[in-house]
């Protein structure tokens, strides 16, 4: 399977219709990638991709991606450093655990929604937006090989 076919075309279009909502309350920018494998540290695959995704190039470095290995069942949300910054220790977990619980039912799609949807709580207490606020980055799920 191609990880563009992970998700259904109605799925992809909720999971979009999700990263547009959570942006409207921050100024955070929050991306989606499925990949089909990842070699190595889940980790370090989803900071190669944010890196090679241009993600850490936002005026605030406020850029979250939520990074899925669908052959591997893993998956990583990682943050830029303005986020970092001001974030405690262990910000993303409560967010992993809401996805977690979605996907071992097999809803992968809910999973993403529900973790966007989170993503975009949290964002809002450090970076809210603002009247001038600008879409940095492209609201669409990226996909590998």
Known sequence: MKASEFLSKEQQSAVLAAIERAEKETSGEIRVHLEVN???DILDCAADTFARLGMHK????????????????????????????????????????????????????????RGID?????????????????????NDISYGK
């Open 118 to 138: 989170s993503a975009g709580e949290h964002l809002k207490k450090y970076f809210p937006c603002s009247k001038d606020d600008v879409n940095e980055l492209k």
């Open 38 to 40: 990842c070699s190595g």
């Open 58 to 113: 936002t005026k605030e470095r406020n850029g979250v991606l939520i990074f899925i290995a669908i052959g591997n069942r893993q998956f990583a949300i990682i943050g830029d450093a303005g986020i970092n910054s001001k974030v405690p220790q262990g910000f993303w977990n409560s967010t992993q655990s809401i996805m977690a619980e979605y996907f071992k039912k097999g809803d992968f799609a809910g999973g993403i929604i």
